[in-house]
């Protein structure tokens, strides 16, 4: 990579050993069911997440809404904390595709009070139903759920009889924060979404999985959104890898993140959120007024890019591409540029 890119983990290239997978790819079209390369990454999906079944979506935010849209009926609650990414960064597709209605839990960063959950929670014969509770570990916050809390929620859901979908984009990082297998997070829920393409450098693709009734009915679904892909083999093949090899090392990355944050914290007028690093994101807070365009040209020109700063808050994401001497640079570079 030409830049040191902490903008994300989305931002990952595939390997070269996806692309030489790629080109060999076998193929078949998947809308009939015929590509080999996909039917192996989503029984190899199923497996990993200890579901029965798995499906292969272009994208996170297709997965996420792919299983809105299977749980419930037009016009059912979603129950959700307010900072989910269901909520802050997916165009409003639940109303738009499920016409499901969030509704929005006080929450810190991702967690909801267990007793708001249940309060929640709209008795049979109501109208609106609650069609389903949506989790998200690890949370974009860069936190990670404790499976106690896990467990509370799933306790909640089968009393009343809600299934639960969980956003696990970086679900392979939340296991590794655990020190557990992803499926051991994913049994709390019905349905689980986990992204090929951030961390684990696939160029594209998500997995939806839950039981083989659910996922067959999303695979129809698929269909109304479009998502319905022929030769994916071609994107599966990267994602196998990406399942298989990139999700056994990021914690890798996870050091990364702490040496950043370690890094940062010494610097005069930074406030870094160390107890919020658990995986590969640090979020740093400027405890003075900082000129964000100056910030941003001046990281830049030293060959860094990441996103502005939102409220005072920087979010910094390593990944795969990023080794400890671009850590060490980005905190000198930080630093100069904030003397
Ligand atoms: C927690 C979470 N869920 C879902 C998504 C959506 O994934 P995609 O960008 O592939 O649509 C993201 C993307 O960053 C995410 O961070």
């Known amino acids: 990579m030409k830049f040191i890119d902490l903008r994300s983990d989305t931002v990952t290239w595939p390997t070269q050993e996806m692309r030489q997978a790629m080109a060999q790819a076998e193929v078949g079209d998947d809308v009939y069911g015929d590509d080999p390369t996909v039917n192996r990454l989503e029984k190899m999906a199923a497996e990993r997440l200890g579901k029965e079944a798995a499906l292969f979506v272009p994208s996170?935010?297709?997965?996420?809404?792919l299983a809105i849209f299977t749980h419930v009926q037009r016009g059912d609650e979603v129950i959700t904390a307010e900072d989910n990414h269901i909520v802050m960064h997916e165009a409003g597709a639940a109303a738009i595709i499920a016409g499901a209605q969030l509704r929005c839990l006080r929450s810190v960063k991702g967690r909801v009070d267990l007793h708001d959950i249940e309060s929640t929670i709209r008795r049979s014969g109501e109208a609106?139903?609650?069609?389903?509770?949506?989790?998200e570990n690890a949370h974009s916050s860069g936190v990670v759920h404790d499976l106690y809390y896990m467990r509370q929620v799933r306790d909640?859901?089968?009393r009343h009889q809600v299934p639960i979908h969980l956003d696990g984009a970086r679900i392979f990082n939340a296991a590794a924060w655990l020190k557990v297998d992803a499926s051991t997070i994913a049994k709390y829920s019905d349905s689980v979404m986990f992204c090929l393409s951030k961390g684990l450098c696939a160029p594209v693709g998500s997995i939806l999985a839950g039981t083989y009734d659910f996922v067959e009915r999303a695979r129809q679904k698929r269909r109304i959104m479009g998502g319905g892909m022929r030769q994916a083999g071609i994107l599966a093949a990267a994602g196998i890898i990406a399942l298989?090899?990139?999700?056994?090392?990021v914690h890798e990355d996870h050091e990364m993140?702490?040496?950043?944050?370690?890094?940062?914290?010494?610097?005069?007028?930074v406030r870094v959120r160390m107890e919020d690093v658990h995986i590969n994101m640090v979020f740093i807070q400027f405890q003075r007024p900082v000129n964000t365009d100056e910030l941003m040209r001046k990281l830049k020109s030293d060959g860094i890019i990441a996103n502005p700063p939102n409220n005072g808050v920087m979010r910094l994401v390593t990944h795969y591409y990023i080794d400890p001497e671009m850590v060490k640079k980005t905190a000198d570079v930080l630093s100069k540029a904030l003397a």
């Open 60 to 65: 996170g935010t297709m997965g996420n809404q």
């Open 156 to 158: 909640i859901a089968d």
């Open 128 to 135: 609106p139903k609650t069609g389903l509770i949506c989790m």
């Open 257 to 269: 993140a702490v040496q950043l944050a370690s890094l940062l914290e010494q610097i005069p007028g």
């Open 244 to 249: 298989d090899k990139m999700s056994l090392r």
